[in-house]
């Protein structure tokens, strides 16, 4: 038995470590130029090269315990990845919305409307179902691409399974009013980590719908009463001038006051705006909750940020894609890669002499559908 005179002495603290990622601002502008030079003189192929030196570039700048990531990914897969994308999904959607369709209001033959009515449905079921698939697959070409003092990563599991699951949550989340999101995202996050492996070790989530629905109800609540307030106070202030532009005579007439009151009827939209900066807000709480509960071995992880960071985070990423069009991405992983530097704490120990190589090498194309459908862009909970 346990002396109670003598006090109990406190278990060592595991030992932390964060990923450091040293690359610049500086370095990336010369060759985000190049890339989209070549790009566009390359009608778009040269894409795919871009994304692996990218990768390997801001890979080879990321270190854990001192130690360099390496990407092993090559050009060419992600470009037959993308062509057979192409080929299963682009050019069914091709046939039936230009050739088809234009054929039956020419001819409108019943059989003929029957099989386009049969198609229109089965793209409207295929496309979200190819989305989750599409980003489960991408997934799988990343990790086993990436590898750490020689060890590459691994995701297990099937992509067309976990579409299946996917559209299976999603219908539930619709019948049950959106509440049933934070299970539906839970579950898929177990799915897509207790599926990934670090050579012979594999990852573990236990994460549950129960710790995210707290951030879900703020976001259900918080979105309807934010919109409600700004349509009120902003619809307050431009009846307000438009009642001023009546009695000073800047407003004449029927068709100065008919647009003046179509432009009033448009204010209902402002309740669409908090929609996005709650969702900011509870994909921030998620990530948290997410990396809490995922563990490697004896591996922990967690993220130390606020909230607010996450948002404004966030909402830098959205402004680099807009104000560059969309092809300032190598800035966007960089902050990502520097956001993962500054706040994810890896915590635990684990003996990597006895992890052993992936058993696979993973698929032999790249991430075809995620590129058509822009399901995410790199690694991550």
Same mark, same amino acid.
């Given at each position: 038995? $346990? ?19 040293? $690359? ?26 871009? !994304? ?7 890979? &080879? ?10 990407? %092993?990914? #090559?050009?060419?897969?992600?470009? =037959? ?9 682009? @050019? ?5 919305? =230009? ?12 059989? *003929? ?6 198609? &229109?449905?089965?793209? @409207? ?8 698939? +599409? /980003? ?7 990790? $086993?691409?990436? @590898?750490? #003092?020689?060890? !590459? ?24 009013? %959106? ?5 539906? !995202? @839970?579950?898929?996050? !177990? ?8 050579? &012979? ?7 549950? /719908? ?37 009695? &000073?005579?800047?407003?004449? +007439? ?32 998620? %990530? ?17 940020? +606020? ?8 909402? /830098? ?14 800035? =966007?992983?960089?902050?990502? *890669? ?8 890896? $915590? ?13 090498? +993973? ?12 399901? /995410? ?5």
């Amino acid at each position: 038995m $346990s002396d109670p005179t003598v006090a109990p002495v406190d278990a060592p603290p595991s030992p932390q470590a964060r990923l450091s990622h040293d $690359s610049t601002v500086a370095e990336l502008v010369p060759m985000h130029l190049k890339f989209l030079a070549l790009t566009l003189l390359t009608l778009g192929v040269y894409h795919f090269w871009a !994304r692996t030196h990218a990768r390997r570039f801001l890979w &080879s700048r990321t270190r854990l315990l001192d130690e360099p990531f390496v990407y %092993l990914g #090559r050009p060419v897969e992600l470009l =037959v990845g993308f062509v057979v994308a192409m080929v299963l999904v682009v @050019a069914p959607v091709v046939v039936l919305n =230009v050739v088809l369709l234009p054929q039956a209001e020419g001819d409108p033959d019943a059989g *003929l409307m029957a099989g386009i009515a049969a198609l &229109s449905v089965v793209q @409207a079921i295929a496309i979200p179902y190819l989305i989750f698939v +599409g /980003g489960y697959a991408a997934r799988r070409y990343r990790l $086993s691409r990436t @590898a750490w #003092r020689g060890i !590459r990563g691994r995701q297990a599991g099937s992509a067309w399974t976990y579409g299946l699951w996917g559209m299976l949550y999603a219908m539930v989340t619709g019948v049950t009013l %959106l509440w049933f999101y934070p299970w539906q !995202r @839970a579950k898929l996050a !177990r799915e897509r980590l207790q599926n990934a492996w670090f050579g &012979s070790l594999k990852f573990d989530c236990d994460v549950e /719908g129960r710790d995210l629905v707290g951030a879900f109800a703020i976001m259900w609540f918080g979105i309807p009463v934010l919109g409600m307030i700004l349509a009120l106070v902003v619809g307050g202030l431009f009846a307000g001038l438009v009642a001023g532009g009546v009695m &000073s005579g800047e407003i004449e +007439g029927e068709t100065d006051l008919n647009q003046a009151v179509w432009a009033l009827q448009l204010l209902p939209l402002l309740m669409y705006l908090p929609l996005g900066l709650f969702y900011i807000i509870y994909r921030g709480h998620e %990530l948290r909750h997410v990396a809490k509960h995922t563990s490697f071995g004896e591996v922990r992880f967690e993220f130390t940020y +606020g909230i607010w960071q996450y948002v404004g985070y966030a909402v /830098g990423n959205i402004a680099i894609l807009l104000l560059t069009l969309a092809t300032g991405w190598i800035y =966007v992983q960089r902050r990502q *890669l520097k956001f993962w530097e500054r706040f994810l704490v890896v $915590s635990g120990d684990i003996d990597f002499a006895a992890v052993g190589q992936a058993a696979d090498t +993973g698929p032999r194309t790249g991430e075809g559908l995620a590129e058509l459908f822009d399901t /995410g862009f790199e690694i991550g909970f």
